[in-house]
């Protein structure tokens, strides 16, 4: 990756972002990362976990829009963390190139989809005033700019409608942390399948509370199971009482369902991280 580093232009950045990824033990693990620049070949991050050569990892961060898959091509050791370079895979190199939104502008705002146009300005002139850089308490320079950018596009009709066309036409992409073996072992796999669902049909209900339902087949090409994998899943859940099926076959969750996310989320790693990225899969 060096010579290629080398060759490809590096954009000096400056963002947080979160890795996972699956040890030679199976475990899935994850860890902070605060990434330092960014080239069409890959990545340079930041980590205090010494991560092996030729670990295949997970990037999620809200500048990609979705977790990036990338290979360690080197890990050095520093005074306080590890400087690792990393490559995109071919597919993620595609999808972080195609031309599709690159964060959701909504989520940035808080806001739903059908929000008007004074809500947005309302907004807006809030989250603005609360991060915009020369307030002492809570300024944060790159809030305020990802703010400024959804609000221009958002406060604009034509270039919202052209956004929100953009928008609605990506399906749901497969999140990557649903491949490890701790969700396909037969018993392992299936109690944390459980957990997965309700942690995405949490994220959905706080993040769309007008559209708080995911339908079978989003949660298929989410976590990357085929529907059989998931029938007794759901069976279970919805016997719990845990989620309910609404009258479009979508699923969503009880407040049941909250409490025993709530309750058990935070003790699995990577699962708590999904849980507060509020990152689901309806649009």
Partial sequence: MNQRRRRTHREAVNFQGSLFWQDASAQVRSAASHIVDLSPAGVQLECRERIEIGQVVY????????????????????KSAFRIGAEFSQGARQSISAPKPEVDYYEILQLSPNADMETIHRVYRIMATRFHPDNPDSGDAEKFLRLSEAYKVLSDPEKRAQYDGMRGAE???????????????????????????????????????DRPGISLLELEELMSFPREYLEFTLWYLKEKGYLQCDQSSDFFLTASGVDFVEQHTPAHAVLHKLLQSGKAGGA
Wanted: net charge positive.
């Fill in 59 to 78: 990037l999620e961060t809200s500048y990609f829009g979705a977790p990036a898959e990338l290979t360690v091509r080197y890990c050095l050791a520093g």
């Fill in 171 to 209: 399906r749901p992409r497969p999140l990557p942390l649903f491949q490890a073996k701790a969700f396909v072992d037969e018993k392992e796999g299936e109690a944390n399948r459980r957990l997965g669902v309700l942690t995405l049909l949490y994220a959905q209900r706080r993040r769309r509370p």
